[in-house]
């Protein structure tokens, strides 16, 4: 597919990583930005596009992160630029609950269009994934007059209060920043290498615990990531998320689908939920949205969004005239590139090469995921434990080595892959001989 990339498509290291002139940028970053904002691989991007970041010294990185599923069509792809240029030409800004624009308009009729299920849809627009989720559990108390939330072991949902509490690690999401919002509630998620259970066996066991725990006349709305996201891209077991909604709509429950990682082809659907067919009465959405620009949405069943009274949904930048432009941009490239198509050709790339690694290397217990949301668990293969510290290992040897990847999981002990669908063959392949080469220096 063509994405005419502006970087030349190639890793090149001019210097150590990170190089000299980044690290006289980290010490600027370390007096003027509080601490608490991490930097996981400290050089500093000058240039992006296609798979590649270049970097001030010059270094090409190869990108197998997409900034945490952000640049799913590629940093800076032609239609996100073209109608990003064309909106800051003519406004940047009215506030769409003063005086309204096409823009936001067109994103919700796509949301409408692409999310799951054929019945009449609405929408709202935030600028976070965090808020997104918010948006959701007040659309579904308000639509229920039920208080309780439930959510999931390892799950995450964001960093504001509300969803502080509905997130499952604590560090570094929620250490320190107590008391949290009431009323969530935690049930167990199905984790097949963990637990063994069948699809519809942990369903059961979910709504015994969350029966027992609230009662489910009491519960207002579920919800659930498809596929976990920070939790360590977790895939649960088929029949799972089918047997909760079915549950759900018996109890009057709002079965929302938090898709926010696994939206927008990464997995090779449209959405994670497409899978197994499942259709939420809620879906919230961000990151792979707007090619990289601030935009978040909540989309479900018109009555249910209707339900809350005029005012309160909304937002000073919500639905930012630029980052509408940006998304319709992004879904032009998705629909015009087939990008689902490509992230399963990306997926299948990915699952054979962790494949050749994992026959290498036992300390890898499990390769999962869908499309281009791909994840291996390493473990002691001895006793099991969680193998944090490999992990950390291979993982600043592939920083060293110029391939940005990305590490989560409850105990960090997770890789997770998420390359941007623009990305070559050639250039996805080579990004892979250097985690391959990584595992084998970093064996004991």
Not at 328 to 347: Q, W
Request: proline content about 5%; charged content about 20%.
């Amino acid at each position: 597919m063509s994405t005419a990339p502006t970087v030349h498509q190639q890793r090149l290291l001019l210097t150590e990583i990170p190089g000299p002139e980044s690290r006289a940028r980290l010490e600027r970053k370390k007096q003027l930005v509080a601490d608490g904002v991490g930097t996981m691989l400290p050089v500093f991007v000058t240039e992006a596009s296609g798979g590649i970041l270049r970097d001030v010294d010059g270094n090409q990185l190869i990108d197998l992160g997409s900034g945490i599923a952000v640049t799913t069509v590629g940093n800076s792809a032609p239609a996100v630029v073209r109608r990003v240029h064309e909106q800051v030409d003519a406004f940047t800004h009215t506030c769409f609950m003063i005086t309204p624009y096409d823009g936001y308009v067109d994103v919700c009729e796509q949301l409408a269009e692409l999310t799951p299920g054929d019945h009449a849809k609405k929408s709202a627009l935030f600028n976070s994934g965090a808020e997104a989720v918010e948006n959701a559990v007040k659309i579904a108390r308000v639509a229920t007059g039920r208080d309780a939330v439930a959510v999931f072991d390892h799950a995450y949902h964001g960093r504001t209060n509300l969803t502080m509490a509905m997130t499952a690690k604590n560090m570094p999401y929620k250490q320190g920043f107590g008391p949290f919002a009431g009323e969530v509630y935690r049930a167990p998620m199905s984790y097949p290498l963990r637990d063994g259970l069948s699809g519809a066996e942990a369903a059961a066991r979910a709504i015994d615990h969350l029966d027992k725990q609230v009662g489910a006349g009491n519960l207002a709305c579920l919800v659930i990531e498809p596929i976990l996201g920070e939790g360590g891209f977790v895939v649960p077991a088929p029949g799972f998320l089918p047997a909760l909604a079915e549950w759900c709509t018996a109890n009057g429950i709002v079965f929302v689908a938090d898709e926010i990682q696994s939206g927008f082809c990464r997995t090779g659907d449209w959405f994670a939920c497409d899978d197994e067919g499942v259709v939420p009465d809620l879906v919230t959405t961000a990151k792979g949205i707007a090619g990289g620009l601030p935009l978040a949405a909540v989309t479900g069943r018109a009555e249910l969004m209707d339900s809350v009274h005029t005012g309160g949904l909304g937002g000073t930048y919500g639905g930012n005239p630029v980052a509408c432009a940006a998304a319709l941009g992004a879904i032009e490239e998705m629909r015009t590139h087939d990008l689902a198509a490509r992230a399963r050709e990306v997926g299948a790339i990915i699952r054979q090469r962790l494949e050749g690694i994992r026959a290498v290397h036992p300390v890898v217990a499990d390769i999962r995921g869908r499309g281009a949301m791909m994840a291996i668990e390493l473990v002691d293969p001895e006793t099991g434990a969680p193998d944090a510290a490999r992990a950390a290992a291979v993982n600043a040897a592939c920083h060293q080595a110029g391939v940005v990847t990305l590490t989560c999981g409850t105990w960090g002990n997770v890789f997770r892959f998420l390359p941007p669908l623009s990305i070559s063959d050639d250039l996805l392949h080579e990004g892979f001989d250097v985690v391959t080469e990584a595992f084998a220096a970093t064996a004991g």
